[in-house]
């Protein structure tokens, strides 16, 4: 199973990116995956910032509410998240994730580095 993501960048504060994750070796589009992004800045322990089931509900860490969206895209086995209205606080290195809720299948991606700029 590789999770391969890609879309990280620098950006001013107020602006947006895209990031992907392209799975291989899982069909994302089997029930019970979960598909997710988390981040993790210097010094602080990685946390979750969304996460999509296999059938589309999302949830979000507060902070991102209204700002972030995490999609799916079964057919290219994809998982995307927008980004807008990015802050300084977001700067992080972001990694997709994808689990088997219940199992220890649970596999992550390399990281992409975001980092905004105030």
């Known amino acids: 199973v590789q999770l391969q993501a890609s879309g990280g960048g620098l950006v001013q504060a107020g602006g947006s990116l895209r990031l992907s994750c392209a799975a291989s070796g899982i069909s994302i589009r089997i029930n019970v995956i979960v598909m997710g992004w988390y981040r993790q800045a210097p010094g602080k322990e990685r946390e979750l910032v969304a996460v999509?089931?296999?059938?589309?509900?999302?949830n979000y860490v507060d902070s991102v509410k209204g700002r972030f969206t995490i999609s799916r895209d079964n057919a290219k086995n994809t998982v995307s998240l927008q980004m807008n209205s990015l802050k300084p606080e977001d700067t992080a290195v972001y990694y997709c994730n994808a689990r088997y809720p219940g199992t220890v299948r649970n596999y992550w991606g390399q990281g992409t580095q975001v980092t905004v700029s105030s």
């Open positions: 999509i089931t296999s059938g589309g509900i999302t």
